[in-house]
């Protein structure tokens, strides 16, 4: 084996580990919304008719899936992004596994909320 996989696979047992590999993780799901997303305002320039019925799409229950998904992995994204912050600029690194729990359940929470309010 070499250092790096080594090294790598050290690494995995560790929660920054986990952390950092749902912060990817989430960006990348939001990476792949915002074209779409920018496809959907831009049916709007087409016309209201064209901009409702992108929107009908919606009610689909595998998009509200996906929607909820989304502001999850949004939720999720913005508080690992803010432990990344605290780690740099503080030196905060106790109770790291405690932080991603906390982020992850925030980033739960986010979507729950949202499904709720949007049923």
């Known amino acids: 084996m070499t250092i790096a996989s080594e090294t790598f696979r050290a690494s995995r047992r560790k929660p920054g580990f986990l952390a950092a590999a749902l912060h990817r ?4 799901a939001l ?3 915002l074209p779409l997303h920018f ?3 831009g049916s709007a320039l087409a016309g209201a008719d064209r901009f409702e019925s ?4 919606t009610q689909n229950p595998l998009i509200k899936a996906a929607e909820w ?26 109770r790291t596994a ?11 929470a986010a979507g729950l909320i949202f499904l709720a309010s949007a049923s």
């Open 25 to 28: 993780l989430s960006g990348v």
């Open 31 to 33: 990476a792949i919304f």
């Open 39 to 41: 496809l959907t305002l």
């Open 54 to 57: 992108v929107l009908a799409l």
């Open 69 to 94: 998904g989304l502001v999850s992995a949004l939720a999720l994204h913005m508080a690992l992004g803010l432990r990344v912050l605290a780690i740099e600029f503080w030196g905060f690194r106790e």
């Open 98 to 108: 405690v932080t991603v729990s906390a982020a992850c359940g925030f980033g739960l």
